[in-house]
């Protein structure tokens, strides 16, 4: 999760975290083989500890333009990424995409971001 956040959010040290995270995510692609979650064929522990891969780091890349996550380069992953977000226990508990996706536009972004209130 470091180089991950380091290779889409630093500038000084970009391209050395590039590497880094893209090995680390090799590593889980590599997990996944021919299974639909790393346990099989049910969601387990590992796929939860990867959300932040799942939901946040696609997040994270679309508005940094960083291109660290492809489908060129990890299709397994982009694929248990889609299986991942599918399923209804998981959107359920993930937050608003809008408002993630404003939040971090406002971080990268700081003078042209809306207000962000929350709803009642």
Known sequence: MA??????????????????????????????????????????????AADF???WLRLIQEVTGAKLLTKEKFPKLCDWIDEFLSCNAVKESLPPRELLLAFLQARVFPSSAPSISPSK
């Open 3 to 48: 180089a991950a956040w380091k290779a889409c959010w630093s500038k000084d040290e970009q391209d050395k975290a590039m590497e880094e995270a893209s090995e680390l995510l090799r590593a889980l692609e590599n997990e996944l083989k021919d299974k639909k979650f790393f346990g099989g064929d049910r969601i387990g522990l590992v796929d939860i």
């Open 53 to 55: 891969i799942g939901f």
